[in-house]
């Protein structure tokens, strides 16, 4: 089995900075693409910033020039650093990735859990 492991959500004010941290461990072979969505009370879930194996990044619009995705395949670790939040940015922050396991051998997507992000003015 595969689990994504969230950590470094929290309360920040206005114009702070947080990392999140997500951690895949398991029956790992191959991890493809990893990503951040988030979703915010009555909003359907977004994407925030995806990253390829090969370190090429997507971003959404609203984030762009703050927010930096990154990712270390030694650890199966993909990172969101948050720069200058807003209280829009406040939301549940989701992990995600693509997972090819080593008892199935088939690309499958995996989420994580959540972690609460939250901005104050």
């Known amino acids: 089995q595969v689990q994504l492991v969230e950590s470094g959500g929290g309360l920040v004010q206005a114009g702070g900075s947080l990392r999140l941290s997500c951690a895949a461990s398991?029956?790992?072979?191959?991890?493809?693409?990893m990503a951040w969505y988030r979703q915010a009370p009555g909003k359907q879930r977004e994407l925030v910033a995806a990253?390829?194996?090969?370190?090429?990044?997507n971003y959404a619009d609203s984030v762009k020039g703050r927010f930096t995705i990154s990712r270390d395949n030694a650890k199966n670790t993909v990172y969101l650093q948050m720069n200058s939040l807003k209280p829009e940015d406040t939301a549940v922050y989701y992990c995600?990735?693509?997972?090819?396991?080593?008892?199935?051998?088939?690309?499958?997507?995996?989420w994580g859990q959540g972690t609460q992000v939250t901005v104050s003015s």
């Open positions: 398991g029956s790992i072979l191959f991890i493809n693409t």
């Open positions: 995600n990735a693509d997972i090819v396991t080593i008892t199935s051998g088939i690309l499958r997507n995996y």
């Open positions: 990253v390829t194996r090969g370190s090429i990044t």
